[in-house]
Structure formats: structure tokens, C-alpha cells
């Protein structure tokens, strides 16, 4: 198999994937070879200097190393060529920012929680701020729907919202990863489930990724 098509199958694997993130550590074995890790008891005694132990890694990078040892379920990623590392790394972090969301984004405090960033979502709609739900939706969504909301009137902007917050509201699934409340309504008396909001983990960040 060719490096493209590896690359390629790898990018498609992580896009597949949401998580939530601990620090990362590294350090460097007697054999030359680097680690990264997300165990802090993973590293050594005689390696364990907090300045010692700051990944070289930019913060895309890093991210993508944790969703790689996520994925796999490993405490330790041992890497032999850096400069090979950091340059597949980097594919990875293009592609993803492409095509699913942006590895460089930093902790949100308003999207911490599905529910804070439910509110951004909604407030969003009722201030008709691109900004707020720009910040609250995955870039696929973003990429898929940006235009829409550049064209709504400030009426539509206002019966979206309301169409979605008059609503009941019920978590129907829920992981680390992923939220998804149900939308629910009152018809002929009874509840029914009329759609869903689904809320994922991203990077540390809560973002609307389906309605």
C-alpha cells in the first residue's frame, strides 16, 4: 500500500472518531526513541522535569496525537524519525481541518458543557450572530449549512430558534463523547419525538454536529 493511500485511510479512520482530552507528556528513552503519553506515571522518574516533559508538538499536532492513542487505546506512542512524525501529523491535521474541525482550537468555556453549548447555539439564532453559532457547530455542519444562515432574515433567524427551544428537550443518548437530546412535542395530547440535536466532543469542545 502506498504512503497516499495509507494516509488517506488513517485521515478517514479519525474522522470517525470525537474525544475529550488529558495533558500529554514526553520524554525520551536511553535508545534515542520519543514518547508521547498521557500518563504522567508512564514517564520515568529521571524524566519527569515539567519543562523536560513539554511536547515539541504544535497544538494541532498534539491533538491529533491523542486522538491517534485514543483510537487505539494506548498510554504510550513511541516515534523513532520526529521530523517524519510531525510532517504526517500535519497531513492529518490539514485533512481534518477540512473535513471535519479544527485540531487548533483551544478550550471554550461556553461550549464546556452540551447544554452551555446548546444555549451558544440558541442564542446565537435569537441574536442573529454568525459569530456565536460559527463557534457552536462543527465545521462540517458550518460547511454544509453556513451559506443558510448567511441568508435568513432576522424573522427566520427568530422562528429557527423557536423552533427548536419551544421544545422539549430529552437526553435520548449519552457518552463522553457524544450527547443527543430528542425534540420532543405534544400532539393530540401525547409526546412524540419530532427530531434531534446531536452534540459531540471535540478537542475539549462541545459543537452541535446534526439537527
Request: with cysteine; glycine share 4%; proline share 3%.
Amino acid at each position: 500500500m502506498s504512503r497516499a493511500k495509507c494516509l488517506l485511510g488513517i485521515v478517514l479512520w479519525l474522522l470517525g472518531t470525537q474525544m475529550c482530552f488529558a495533558e500529554l507528556y514526553q520524554y525520551t528513552d536511553n535508545n534515542g526513541v520519543i514518547h508521547f503519553t498521557d500518563d504522567p506515571a508512564k514517564v520515568p522518574a529521571r524524566h519527569r522535569d515539567v519543562k523536560q516533559n513539554e511536547p515539541s508538538l504544535s497544538l494541532s499536532d498534539k491533538n491529533m496525537v491523542k486522538h491517534l492513542m485514543e483510537k487505539d487505546g494506548t498510554k504510550d506512542a513511541p516515534v523513532k524519525n520526529i521530523t517524519e512524525f510531525k510532517k504526517t501529523l500535519k497531513d492529518f491535521s490539514s485533512s481534518y481541518k477540512e473535513k471535519y474541525d479544527d485540531p487548533d482550537q483551544k478550550p471554550d468555556s461556553r461550549l464546556s458543557t452540551p447544554e452551555g453549548t446548546l444555549r451558544l447555539f440558541l442564542s446565537g439564532l435569537r441574536q442573529r450572530n454568525l459569530n456565536d453559532i460559527r463557534a457552536s457547530i462543527t465545521s462540517r455542519l458550518w460547511n454544509s449549512s453556513g451559506n443558510l444562515f448567511n441568508k435568513l432574515s432576522a424573522k427566520q433567524f427568530s422562528d429557527f430558534e423557536k423552533l427548536i427551544s419551544k421544545r422539549k428537550m430529552e437526553k435520548k443518548e449519552q457518552t463522553e463523547h457524544y450527547v443527543i437530546f430528542a425534540l420532543i412535542d405534544t400532539l393530540n395530547g401525547q409526546e412524540v419525538e419530532v427530531g434531534t440535536v446531536e452534540i459531540i466532543n471535540l478537542f475539549g469542545n462541545w459543537k452541535v454536529n446534526r439537527l
